[in-house]
């Protein structure tokens, strides 16, 4: 049984082999990596302890080993205290917490700096993982967010002794990969799709020259590199999927393997999948996952606007044309990789690329028309003038009522001081260290201001 007591947030150590990350050197990188994971679901925790204090409707889970308390369960509630009381730095803080953190009185300080915990012995370690089983392995909710299905197979492999081949080449790419970036390493350590990984792994094989997934992942990086990783990142950033790796088209495209062997034929389960019907999948790879989409009577089936896969279908559909267009076209395909839920800043960035550049292209098409993105001192305008510009001339100055009402949402979102594409918002993300952003209402705002985008550059 466990002992019950209160202990002193800087006395308690995170844990540094976390299922839902890789394992961490330090309680800064650990937070790092677990704010990489899920940044919304860790600032959303720290402000509301920040609000309304620490509620002790759970005991944190402590594991004693060597004399020091280490949480085996709350690590991101104790990640939060440490932050909040300043035993963590390094941290990039969000401004708005940053400023609650700083307006903190002592009486909030002492109130909160002793945490309840259950304090298990090093010998019942077996008592401890089951617990934890119980409240996250099999996906409870117990207000608690789920582990990632990364996560899942983690514990899967290291508790259960599961054969997780898809992880194990995950882990080793995450350490040798020299295709994706350190942000991408703490996400994805955390947060991949790993059932994609895993169905194809077995696939990919004989088109390798490798007779078994273990092979393939004992000779990487050594051995055929530059087409693992390529495969291997673009499932991270979701470009490849169970829709592309169960179409015959999948093998080899863009990935130097036409020709070699002809697609394996989907299993049962597979084919129901990629016909739109439902399927079953058990332990750690149990995932949901959108496959193939069916269409109705020769239709496209439809997506709401606040879906991010008609962000995907529009970019996917959207075709620049005209001259100095180059650029347009390299950042459009930046942002067709991206994953608009785990990349929102990157998103933001290209997009507010891609509306500048496209903005000059149009005044440079429309030069003999007395159209510039330069004002009479020669200097830039700055982009919200400039957009307000092209709109004034596209709809003649307010005659065509037609094309008024297509970029009046535009115009009026882009204007918006506190729009979260707004051009003032823009211009944060690039140049306010402290201004921060969710993805919740990226895809509905982009439909908004995407009529202008395309307009630009028809």
Known sequence: MPELSNINVSSLKLDLNNYRTVHQ????????????VSPDWFWSLMESIIDDGYYPTDNIIILKTNNEFIVKEGNRRIASLKIIYGYINGIEIPENIKRKISELDEKWKNRNINIPCAIYEETEIEAVKKLISLIHARGEKAGREKWTAVARTRYDRDEKNKKETGLDLLEKYLVNGKNLSSNQKECWGGDYPITVLNELLPKLCPYINYDSSEKLIKYYPEKKRNVIEKILYDIGIQKLGFKEIRNKT??????????????????TVEQLNVNGKNSTQSGSNAESETVNTPKVKG????YSITDKKSVVKKLKEFKPVGNNREKAVALLEEMRRLNIETHPFSFCFLLRSMFEISAKAYCQDHKKENLSSKKKDGFDKTLSDLLRDIVKFMTSNGKNKEKEKTLHGALTELNKKDGILSVTSLNHLIHNPGFSIISTDLCKIFHNIFPLLEEMNN
Not at 25 to 36: D, G, P, T, V
Not at 254 to 261: R, S
Not at 299 to 302: C, D, F, G, R
């Open 25 to 36: 050197r330090s309680e800064l990188k650990s937070i790092n990596a677990m704010i990489a």
């Open 250 to 267: 999948f093998w080899g495209f863009d990935y130097g393997l036409t020709g070699n062997k002809t697609a394996p034929k989907p299993s």
């Open 299 to 302: 239709k496209k089936l439809a």
